[in-house]
């Protein structure tokens, strides 16, 4: 069981380069997550998904888009890196309302 | 607002018990969470507590839970070097269809062979 899976695992982008990160979930869970985890500051959620077909800012959204593709798969797109995105990205999942939510292993994110 | 502390670090000899503790600010908190993240990993699910339990036992982990003074507790018995990782206290709450989550900022244990 894959769980969470996220794509790529490292990247390194020059400052103003577009990305997106891609996320998948096997476990048909309604809601998902991205957040960003900073040395010192915990996790922050970035956007989240309730269900399939929205989309809500989090805590630290600007800088970010994101697309929940369908109710399988949510994607983060920086347009233009700017160094203070530097950071590793967690994309998460959970069933609902008292459900934890599962994590992916992160993609580590550099921008020079 | 929402805020939860836990102190940054922890150093504990292989075989003893480790307490990790965790103070969180919202009362309306229905789920209390810890998740262990080794180097270079994603967050994993250790355990959790809803929050009208005061205790939950699952082998060699026991939860205990203050509500009163808001107050989380992760107790590991017979700590092993693998246990060395980042422990992630979380409360949640519901929040307009989606569950919001607030997290602390990471406690580093360390086990001393």
Sequence with gaps: NAGVTQTPKFQVLKTGQSMTLQCAQDMNHNSMYWYRQDPGMGLRLIYYSASEGTTDKGEVPNGYNVSRLNKREFSLRLESAAPSQTSVYFCASGSGSNQPQHFGDGTRLSIL | ?113
Excluded at chain 2, 30 to 51: D, R, V
């Design chain 2, 1 to 113: 607002g929402e805020d939860v502390e836990q102190s940054l670090f922890l150093s504990v000899r292989e075989g003893d018990s480790s307490v990790i503790n965790c103070t969180y600010t919202d009362s309306s908190s229905t789920y209390l969470y810890w998740y262990k993240q080794e180097p270079g990993a994603g967050l994993q699910l250790l355990t959790y507590i809803f929050s009208n339990m005061d205790m939950k036992q699952d082998q060699r982990l026991t939860v205990l839970l203050n509500k009163k003074d808001k107050h989380l507790s992760l107790r590991i018995a017979d700590t092993q070097t693998g246990d060395s990782a980042i422990y992630f206290c979380a409360e949640s709450q519901n929040s307009g269809g989606y569950q919001k989550v607030t997290f602390g900022i990471g406690t580093k244990l360390q086990v001393i062979p």
